[in-house]
């Protein structure tokens, strides 16, 4: 059994034991939590599709840890100008664990 989701903006593809990186959340570590934005629920042969959301279907993800993905390097360089630009970001993220999925 599979569902896709939607949190942070982004859509996942989760099933029940999967770890997932997803966007910063407000919530505690060690906390559960249910998502309520699903956009399809499989089981088999069997699926369900909302318009634009399955009503009556949630995932409950438990938080791991909170931290911040691989710095990622930006360079904005201009040639014969004499101008090079040097920039990082790191992302916060939070890390979850699926634990149970109904539709």
């Not at 859509?11 to 934005?37: K, P």
């Amino acid at each position: 059994m599979y569902a896709v989701i939607v949190t942070g903006g982004k859509q996942y593809r989760v099933e029940q034991g999967e770890y997932l990186r997803v966007e910063s959340l407000a919530v505690d570590v060690g906390s559960t939590f249910d998502i309520d934005q699903v956009l399809m629920v499989a089981d088999g042969s069997e699926f369900k599709v909302g318009a634009p959301l399955v009503e009556g279907a949630k995932v409950s993800a438990e938080v791991l840890s909170h931290g911040r993905h691989k710095k990622i390097e930006i360079l904005k360089f201009r040639r014969r100008k004499h101008h090079m630009k040097h920039m990082g970001h790191r992302q916060n993220y939070t890390e979850i664990l699926i634990t149970s999925i109904s539709a």
